[in-house]
């Protein structure tokens, strides 16, 4: 019998099982994809791989595989090749299927590659890397992360370029000396010129090849959720390459493949300002979000409602992108795009003098990676009041991903959450509708990688292997102490308190973390017997006073 855990094993999130292919089923593969390749060309379409078709590159991939030329014919092949890993290689069957390998909120993701694998049959997807020589261009869409060493301290993380660096080595090896290299993934500045571009030219080197590689850059500004395929397809774009005929070359597929004539394509001179762009961009978005934290605050101690300062400073139209900061800001970018800079601007550039020039963006992201903490302490605080204690009560968080009606929980300020309280001895339970399994906490030995959970920040985390994610919301509420309100889902925004307390069976503490609940819903959460707490909404003392007088009459 074979051992469906060996590491022979792929396996999905819905828990198929596929094995890893042997050395000598690559042979075969590349017999198949040749072929493949051979019939699409014989359509003058040109041949396209997409490295990595993780969250970004399998829609890309679909994306590109859907062009069509000005008569309206498909015209390019994608190969979506990827690690044949035990954590990834189970992407390339179940997109082979025509299936998706990423869960999406938006279905235009489902049925993009299911017309572009099985109707037009222009995407296909592989692990065999050597599909790279028949490629006339390919995208790069590994990942490349931030690793922090230590929580709320950004500084001494790093940056871990390897499935990058390894990427480019691969594509050096395998690529005829034409062939266009598009760099999507979110780099530290200077990478496209001063890591990735060096690795090529080494690599044509070795291979005698005298022309200069034709490397460029141009990043993704995707947004999981509802309009995911249209944050890639119909979205403006930047892009630049490390010579001219790269450029030249990336501007040429960037307007073939993507809405440039409502979107316009914005053309920058070299890399590492298209990079720039990026970090810059996603840095100041983490900023204007740390810099409320201390607003918050304040709200919170002088009965002010941060929520009614944020909407009526968004009446001027100058000030309408300020954001309430829920608890902590997650997602896979806005993280740790501001410590790529800051690494970049020391480790590839070669400064000493980073910790004198950055101060706002590294500040902000280490405020951003602490905020959670306070929820655990107003979910003290609110037990408290109702004469409990945190140590051994059952709180339900709703609300496992890190923004609302998406089902994606990387850096979720929820897991901070979850994990402070654990530390404090709460019991936790999780209700989440978009998210199934919460593999930060179900593989925390192995998720995000080995040593890498944020289970290294707190002690008693063993036990969180065992969380699941409830689905019925009445039942996950049976017998709770404490309810807090992580993330704004729609389900969660008009909760009826009178069905809150009937489920729940007591009163209880309630947490919100969003702005979720209106002063009349507090009210009634306050007149059922029940204790509020939010993050920024000091008025709701006012509120709980109010009701008090009023008892007393
Ligand atoms: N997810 C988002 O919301 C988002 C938004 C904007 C930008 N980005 C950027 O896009 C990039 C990709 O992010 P993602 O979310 O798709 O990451 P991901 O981890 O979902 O996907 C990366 C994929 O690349 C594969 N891979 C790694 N090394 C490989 C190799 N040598 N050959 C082939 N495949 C390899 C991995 O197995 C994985 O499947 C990152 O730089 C990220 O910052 C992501």
């Known amino acids: 019998m074979t051992d469906k855990n060996s590491s022979t094993f792929s396996t999905s999130p819905s828990g198929e099982n596929f094995p890893i292919p042997a050395k000598e089923d690559y042979a075969k593969e590349y017999q198949r994809i040749e072929t493949l390749v051979a019939g699409a ?58 299936e998706s390998p990423v869960k999406a909120e938006d279905p235009e993701v489902d049925q993009l590659i299911t017309r572009c694998v099985l109707d037009k049959k222009t995407l296909v997807a592989t692990y065999n890397s050597d599909c ?66 060096p690795i090529l030219k080494k690599a044509f080197a070795v291979r005698g090849i005298s ?37 030249k070359r990336v501007e040429k597929f960037l307007h073939e493949v993507l809405n440039t004539k409502d979107f316009p394509l914005t053309v920058m001179d070299r890399p590492i300002e298209s990079e720039t762009t990026k970090i810059v961009e996603n840095s100041y978005r983490a900023t204007i979000l740390a810099f409320l934290n201390e607003w918050s605050l304040f709200a919170e ?14 009446m001027r139209p100058t000030h309408s992108n300020i954001i309430f900061p829920g608890p902590g800001i997650g997602g896979y970018c806005l993280p740790k795009d501001g410590g790529l800079g800051y690494w970049a601007y020391r480790h590839i550039l070669g ?137 704004p889902h729609s389900q969660y925004l008009n909760l009826n308190p009178d069905d809150v307390m009937k489920w729940a069976g007591n009163p209880i503490a309630i947490i919100d973390c969003f702005g979720i609940l209106t002063d009349d819903v507090i009210k009634r959460y306050f007149e059922l017997g029940c204790e509020v707490k939010a993050l920024g909404r000091g008025h709701i003392q006012s509120i709980k006073e109010e009701i008090r007088k009023t008892a007393k009459q």
């Open 132 to 197: 790279l020589k028949l490629a006339d261009c390919v995208v790069v869409d590994v990942q490349c992360d931030f690793s922090k060493n230590d929580m709320g301290k950004m500084k001494t993380g790093e940056a871990d370029m390897a499935a990058l660096e390894a990427t480019m080595r691969i594509i050096g090896k395998k690529i005829k000396p034409d062939c266009l290299v598009l760099i999507e993934t979110t780099v530290a500045p200077g990478t496209t010129e001063f890591v990735a571009w």
């Open 41 to 98: 060309r014989s359509e003058k379409k040109e041949i396209v791989v997409v490295m990595g078709v993780g969250f970004v590159g399998a829609v890309m991939a679909a994306i590109v595989a859907d062009t069509k030329d000005e008569q309206g014919n498909d015209s390019k092949f994608v190969i979506g090749c990827q690690r044949p890993s035990v954590r990834s290689y189970w992407k390339i069957q179940v997109l082979n299927r025509g």
């Open 351 to 487: 400064f000493e003098d980073g910790d004198s020039i950055f101060k706002i963006t590294t500040t902000a992201i280490d405020i951003n990676d602490t905020r959670a903490l306070h929820v655990a302490e107003l979910t003290r605080d609110a037990l408290r009041n109702m004469g409990r204690y945190i140590a051994a009560a059952e709180v339900l968080l709703c609300g496992a991903s890190y923004r609302q009606d998406v089902g994606d929980t990387r850096y979720s300020g929820s897991e901070m959450v979850v994990r402070k309280l654990t530390q404090m001895g709460a019991e936790m339970r999780v209700h989440d509708p978009y998210v199934d399994h919460w593999y930060e906490f179900e593989k925390q030995d192995e998720y995000p990688s080995p040593g890498h959970s944020w289970s290294r920040f707190f002690r008693n985390q063993d036990e969180l292997t065992n969380l699941r994610v409830l689905k019925d919301l009445p039942s996950a509420l049976k017998g709770i102490e404490a309810l807090i309100l992580a993330v």
């Open 211 to 247: 022309t200069q590689p034709l490397l460029a850059h141009s990043f993704e500004r995707v947004m999981p959720g509802r309009q995911y395929v249209a944050s890639i397809r119909d979205f403006w774009r930047v892009c630049s390459g490390c010579c001219n005929d790269a450029r």
């Open 301 to 314: 101690r002088n009965g002010v409602d941060l929520i009614k300062v944020i909407n009526a400073i968004k």
